[in-house]
């Protein structure tokens, strides 16, 4: 019988297709680094979130290994080169959470524009701070998006249903976003020099790494808000916090960070800011959302398994 390992917590309708394709499924969400190489041994299937860190040595481990699942979008927890060299299919969620992060998104580009954790936090104080919290609308403003696939694409269904001007960067330019949205592809300095928005959706790779760092932060407009929800180390968070102090760029906010939990001085004190809204990487963490990154995963798993 086939055997398939779950290393993290999936939801049980992801099991469920495992499962009923007829596998030995093993859930195993409590494990040491050590043993984990043990656990990996016998199997052909190996189904992880974020937490296992599917390296070459795990890879090795695992001498029967013929697909492993990543119940979510980013692989940046996988050696996916090591295991291609070695014959082994990485399989992700895909567009599954791609509405929920969507949503999360704007939830924190509007946060931070209408300053809303800070007029609620008065509120509770007791205090009536009407007069200090003036923000500026969306329609009508410009929107760059750095990077419209199955997430990026969503957000600008979102800021043309809100009459905004739609920027684009991306290594693959999508017709049909120019047609349904009024999407204009432009350069990265382009994009960075007229919006009034920004919202980074690109996987965090070698060529991605830093992408948006001091260099580009100065491209940007004084009154800017600029917001990750893709991976931490895509936008240079130090430069951030520089441009926020310095009253050179208006906003920021953060589902994402380089450090998880965030521990660096760096990270504290760029959390601390009160123009900055932080979330502890919640853009999927919603029921819809997590059901179907279990279950699209674990038929992608199946599919590969099956033959």
Known sequence: MVKVLVTDPLEEKGVEVLRKAGFDVVVKTEWSPENLLSLVSDVEGLLVRSRTKVTSEVIDAASQLRVIGRAGVGVDNIDVGYAREKGVEVVTAGDAPADSVAELTFGLLISVARSLSEADSTMKEGKWEKKRFMGGQFAGRVLGVVGVGNIGRRVARIAHALGMRILAYDVVVYEDLKEMYGVEYVSLEELLKEADFVTIHVPLLPQTRNMISK?????????????????????DEEAVYEALVEGSLRGAGFDVYSEEPPKSEVLRKLISLPNVVCTPHIASQTNEAQEAVAVKTAQSVVKILKG
């Open 215 to 235: 260099k580009e932060i100065g491209l940007m407009k004084k009154e800017a808000i600029i917001v990750n929800t893709a991976r931490g180390g895509i936008l």
